[in-house]
């Protein structure tokens, strides 16, 4: 199956931003459109912002003119320049194609507390 390793979150402070990466371990051209998605404590995972391989992006409303999602098909990665991160933007965030497989990576811990 493909690898999905993501890096990139940490601990900040709201108003803050983070750049988060993704490696996928295959083609990113070949699988099509990414997405990053997030799973906050107690909640679901939900999609937060995704990609086409022309570079067309959508984002979830919480998001929108805050986060930009980018994507390098020659180093097969995706990104998430997030930016006036909020407390409710604390979460565990993935990247996978969209739609998902049933499978995901390890994600990255993004946590926003004053």
């Not at 990053?36 to 391989?53: D, H, N």
């Not at 980018?70 to 990247?95: F, G, H, P």
Request: with cysteine; charged share 20%.
């Amino acid at each position: 199956q493909v690898q999905l390793v993501e890096s990139g979150g940490g601990l900040v402070q709201p108003g803050e931003s983070l750049k988060l990466s993704c490696v996928v371990s295959e083609s990113i051209f070949e699988i099509g459109v990414m997405g990053w998605y997030r799973q906050a404590p107690g909640s679901e995972r939900e999609l937060v912002a995704k990609i086409s391989t022309g570079h067309l992006t959508d984002y979830a409303d919480s998001v929108r003119g805050r986060f930009i999602i980018s994507r390098d098909s020659a180093k097969n990665a995706i990104y998430l320049r997030m930016r006036n991160l909020q407390v409710e933007d604390t979460a565990v965030y993935y990247c996978n194609k969209f739609p998902a497989w049933d499978y995901w990576g390890q994600g990255t811990q993004v946590t926003v507390s004053s």
